[in-house]
């Protein structure tokens, strides 16, 4: 059980660096790419957060991104191996271009991920790690503290610009 859970923990971890660095080097902080994500990063900002991080939060809620690509693709890796994960990196494409983005950060990330998830397997991650891994890396992304979340986000862009 404490292994199961420490996998998980180290999912959680390997998945957020693979997600906010694939959105970091597409460069989603630097502007809220759909109309939504513009409005929760002001939002964020007027609530005591940083602009920049709100914006990649706000990409992260409006468009599927590297995140959800990650997350998909985890799922897809766990019902169908490589092709389940390329599958999904086609429905993040196509969820992309619903949201009229560009997508190159989520259809990347769903193709990394695919990758890491099946390494990661020879090392004794079960694709179901990344499942629950990547919900909770999310869930500190978005769910503790948007104010704090965002001056991280903000802070990471600033080292990438």
């Known amino acids: 059980m404490l292994i199961e859970i420490?996998?998980?923990?180290a999912a959680a971890a390997i998945a957020g660096i693979l997600f906010v660095t694939v959105d970091l080097i597409f460069r989603l902080p630097e502007k809220g790419g759909v109309s939504g994500a513009t409005s929760i990063g002001t939002a964020?900002?007027?609530?005591?957060?940083?602009?920049?991080?709100?914006?990649?939060?706000?990409?992260?809620v409006c468009?599927?991104?590297?995140?959800?690509?990650?997350?998909?693709?985890?799922?897809?890796v766990s019902i169908a191996g490589i092709p389940g994960g390329l599958a999904a990196a086609v429905l993040v494409f196509i969820g992309n271009r619903i949201c009229h983005d560009p997508g190159y950060a989520g259809t990347s990330g769903a193709v990394l991920a695919t990758c890491?998830?099946?390494?990661?397997?020879?090392?004794?991650f079960a694709p179901q790690d990344f499942i629950a891994g990547m919900v909770l890396a999310i869930l500190s992304v978005q769910g503790i503290s948007h104010a704090r979340s965002s001056a991280f986000l903000d802070r990471l862009w600033g080292w990438r610009t």
């Open 44 to 60: 964020i900002e007027k609530g005591g957060g940083a602009l920049h991080g709100g914006y990649m939060m706000g990409n992260i």
């Open 63 to 76: 468009s599927p991104d590297a995140s959800a690509g990650t997350l998909l693709a985890a799922c897809g």
């Open 116 to 124: 890491v998830v099946y390494g990661a397997s020879f090392a004794g």
């Open 6 to 9: 420490a996998r998980i923990f």
